[in-house]
């Protein structure tokens, strides 16, 4: 976990901000989710900004799930 540190607290901060009412990140996806219906250019840039942080994580957590599975060490 310590080697994720940086990642953790850019989820926290810019991959959920701003926090109230809902997570902005979580707003968006639902918008998509919708049909992305009068989404305009910004709209999908702020959603790469706040979701970019997420995809970071999930891929260091698959590239260490999968060099332990080769039996290496990352």
């Known amino acids: ?3 994720y540190w940086f990642v953790v ?13 809902e997570p902005h ?5 639902r918008w998509i989710l919708g049909g992305a219906k ?7 840039w702020d959603t790469f900004q706040h ?3 997420w ?3 999930i891929y260091f957590i698959v ?9 290496q060490s990352a």
């Open 25 to 29: 990140v979580v707003g968006k996806i």
């Open 38 to 44: 009068d989404m305009a250019a910004i709209d999908w």
């Open 9 to 21: 607290v850019a989820c926290l901060t810019l991959g959920l901000a701003p926090f109230f009412p």
């Open 51 to 53: 979701g970019l942080p």
């Open 63 to 71: 590239r260490d799930l999968l060099a332990k599975r080769r039996g």
């Open 55 to 57: 995809l970071v994580l």
């Open 1 to 3: 976990m310590k080697k």
